[in-house]
Antibody, heavy 122, light 107 residues
Framework: QVQLQQWGAGLLKPSETLSLTCAVYGGSFSGYYWIWIRQPPGEGLEWIGD???????NYNLSLKSRVAISLDTSKNHFSLKLNSVTAADTGVYYCARGRKECTSGCLSFDYWGPGTVVTVSS | DIQMTQSPSSLSASVGDRVTITCRASQSISSYLNWYQHKPGKAPDLLIYTASNLQSGVPSRFSGSGSGTDFTLTISSLQPEDFATYYC?????????FGQGTKVEIK
């Protein structure tokens, strides 16, 4: 059974860097996408970005200048860094596995981490 | 980005009711549409992928249909554990986007 466990600092000051890590247990890194998604308070889900098992990354254009997602296949970890945070970056951050059903598009998020609450406040 | 619009934003229903949630894409996305269930304090669960395929372990009272721009999620007989928020997500372009959510509440 695939499990994702995530951790990282939950309280940040404006302008600091958000840093979260997600560990993957019980499954292979190969052949999947590794995703970060967030949910601001009272709002819906927002895809932040993803990285393939080969290390190719893809980011939400609205965050692209501030975000980096990386992979450590030796530890079965992947990480999110979001710099210059503001109060608008407050929310629950989820890591997830992306499963592709075809060669183009059709990515579904089939396993999720439990979420990390991140608060940005001075 | 492709915009996803769900309707209604919320609904009240009783146990045993048939519930239908609609998701509309701002352009054709073929059948590249997934549905998730999200309960407070928990991670979302994948229910339906590629418009109509039931994810392993998901009860058969959940079903999905549609193609192009218009999609539906149907719960044939609402159960107490189904009260949650439901999200659609397009997987047609690599800028994956979600609908704003539909909250299903107890009547």
């Amino acid at each position: 059974q695939v499990q994702l466990q995530q951790w990282g600092a939950g309280l940040l000051k404006p302008s600091e860097t958000l840093s979260l890590t997600c560990a993957v247990y019980g499954g292979s890194f190969s052949g999947y996408y590794w995703i970060w998604i967030r949910q601001p308070p009272g709002e819906g889900l927002e895809w932040i970005g993803d990285v393939t098992h080969r290390g190719t990354s893809n980011y939400n254009l609205s965050l692209k200048s501030r975000v980096a997602i990386s992979l450590d296949t030796s530890k079965n970890h992947f990480s999110l860094k979001l710099n210059s945070v503001t109060a608008a970056d407050t929310g629950v951050y989820y890591c997830a596995r992306g499963r592709k059903e075809c060669t183009s598009g059709c990515l579904s998020f089939d396993y999720w981490g439990p979420g990390t609450v991140v608060t940005v406040s001075s | 980005d492709i915009q996803m619009t769900q309707s209604p934003s919320s609904l009240s229903a009783s146990v045993g009711d048939r519930v239908t949630i609609t998701c509309r894409a701002s352009q054709s996305i073929s059948s590249y549409l997934n549905w998730y269930q999200h309960k407070p304090g928990k991670a979302p669960d994948l229910l339906i992928y590629t418009a109509s395929n039931l994810q392993s372990g998901v009860p058969s009272r959940f079903s999905g249909s549609g193609s192009g721009t218009d999609f539906t999620l149907t719960i044939s007989s609402l159960q107490p554990e189904d009260f949650a928020t439901y999200y659609c997500q397009q997987s047609y372009t690599t800028s994956w986007t979600f609908g704003q959510g539909t909250k299903v509440e107890i009547k």
